[in-house]
Structures are given as structure tokens and as C-alpha cells.
């Protein structure tokens, strides 16, 4: 957390407009949408680098494998789309690139078989776009914490301790009060075991999980001995420190701004200061694959990092019990 108290005034009152809109909700003035299937919302309190996508793969595969048709609705950040909703993938096949869907959706239509993938600004027309087209369903919301257009069924909220003692921006890093996070259901804490003010049996330890190394079409590949790591995302340094641990060492690097859009002349830049550090694969993470154009001279790798969670089963439990109420509605 970087604190800035001279931005204090700022902070307070970006958090009393966000306080002040969740009140025109709770009061009725503004209405949340009810979709036909259950939502479970995944989101963070803070602006980016709370492990919210891994979480949201993570939850659309114990939907999936539990047998239950599943969409994940994404708002499509840094993609060109305006319309009011574009299919990703329809469980079959990704049907759109991450210029037009943003890159996290293709990341997660590639990693996700089985999984309808959907974008647009406002998820309640996704959703129903989805539901339109595909049948009802189980809806997983990434980034919903602050959509309050959609009502969820269940909200999970991804956090480091730090946050529930940061500041709105710009003062701090959170999107809305710290006190907003009494609006969720489950906690996902981070790095460390939840704070003692957090509800215990609604609060949950994890922990990144390094599961491999895959080629740009997703499939298996070996680690390399000599990476040198690129990407462009909020939190960089975790990427190099899951380098450094899956390969024991890297060879240079190069990283960008979160959601960097590169071009062909920097890449092959990159390549040749990799090549001439002795680099055998370039490695990037998969969030970055869908915004990186082809790479000659090197092989490129991409890191799998998933979740791992203290008592797994009681929270996969929960998420299914929500997920379940889809069949009453089929």
C-alpha cells in the first residue's frame, strides 16, 4: 500500500460518492436486475493485483465440473466492444480476439472449455443476452463487487489485509471505503490468515499456485532453464518472484503498464535483448498471451498460476449450493 495523505480530501470524497450511490440502491432509487440464473459475483475492494481472475477460473470450473451450465461475464477492459453484449466464447470455441474483448475474457475463454464467456459494459444485458441465447444458467461476475446494476447470489470479495485499513484513490488504493466490505459473503484473504475483524467461518486463506508452463495455444510445455520474463500487469513483481520460483532464476526482463497493448517493433526488441542474455523462452503470463503478436527467435511460455485455499471443500460447498438453485429454475 502507498500511502498518500496529502490526497486525503480527494479520498474522502470519492468514498462518500460511492457510499452515496449504494445508498440510492439500498434506498430503491436506483434498482438492481435479477438475472434468470444465480450470480456469484468475484471482485476486490482495491484498484487491480488481488489474484480476482485465477479466482474467477477457479469458481467457473467447480460450476463446469459439477455439471452445471456456466457463463462468466466480464466487463471487457482495454477492448473496443461498445455494444451491449459479445460472446467470447460460446463453450465451444474463443470467437473473439482481446483487441475487441479485453484480454482477460480470451484469457479465460482459452483456459475454460465448456464455459460461455460474454462481455459488455452492463453485465445485466450480458446476462440476459446469455441467458437469450444459450438457456438459463449459472453467472459468474468478474469484477462485480462495485456492479451493483446486477443483484448477485453471492458475492465474493478478494482482499489483502491491508485493505480494510487503505484509503479510497487516489488517496490509497481502494475503490470505495474500506467499510464496504461488509457487503460481501465470503472473503478471500490473501497471502496470510484473515484478520481477526473479518467473520471467521466466512473467511478463507489463499495462496497463488503455480501449476506450469503452457504454449500459446494453451497446451502443456517444459520450463525453461534460462526465462526471461515480459508482461504487462498491475503487480509485476509477483510474476517475477513465480518466475524466479518455478525456473530458480531469470535472465533480464522486461515489463510494461497493466493491459499494455504491444506492438510488433517493441516485442522484437525484447527479443534480441533476451536472446543476447542467453534467454532459451521468453515467458509471460497468460493474461498478457491474447496482447502479445507472434515471436520469432524465441519460444513463448506462459506461466498457469491458479488458487490454492485453505479448507477448499467448504468454500467449493458453498459456492455450489448457490449454483445449484440454476436446476430450480431449468
Known sequence: MTARPW???????????????????????LRSARLGGPVISV????????????VVAMVAEWVRDAGLPVAVLSRGYGGSF????????????????????????????????????????????????VEARFGPRVHVLDDGFQHLRLARDLDLLCLRPEDLHDRPVPAGE?????????RADVYLVWDGPPPLELPADRSFEVRRRLEGFVDRDGAPAEAPRRPYPVAGIARPDLFAADVLAACGGTVGGAYFADHHRFRAGELR?????????GADALVTTEKDVPRLPPVD????????????VTEAERLRERVLAVARRVEART
Open 7 to 29: 490526497l486525503a480530501p480527494a479520498g474522502a470524497l470519492y468514498g462518500a460518492l460511492g457510499r452515496a450511490r449504494l445508498g440510492l440502491y439500498r434506498r430503491g432509487v
Open 43 to 54: 471482485g476486490n475492494l482495491a484498484v487491480g493485483g488481488r489474484g480476482k481472475t485465477p
Open 82 to 129: 461498445r455494444g451491449d453484449a459479445l460472446v467470447v466464447s460460446d463453450g465451444e470455441g474463443v470467437r473473439a480476439d482481446a483487441e475487441e474483448a479485453g484480454d482477460e475474457p480470451v484469457m479465460l475463454a482459452r483456459r475454460l472449455p465448456g464455459v460461455v464467456v460474454a462481455v459488455g459494459a452492463r453485465r445485466d444485458r450480458v446476462g440476459r443476452a
Open 174 to 182: 481502494l475503490r470505495e471505503r474500506a467499510s464496504a466490505a461488509v
Open 269 to 277: 526488441w525484447v527479443v534480441r535483448d533476451a536472446i543476447a542474455k
Open 297 to 308: 527467435g524465441l519460444p513463448l511460455r506462459a506461466l498457469r498460476i491458479g488458487v490454492e
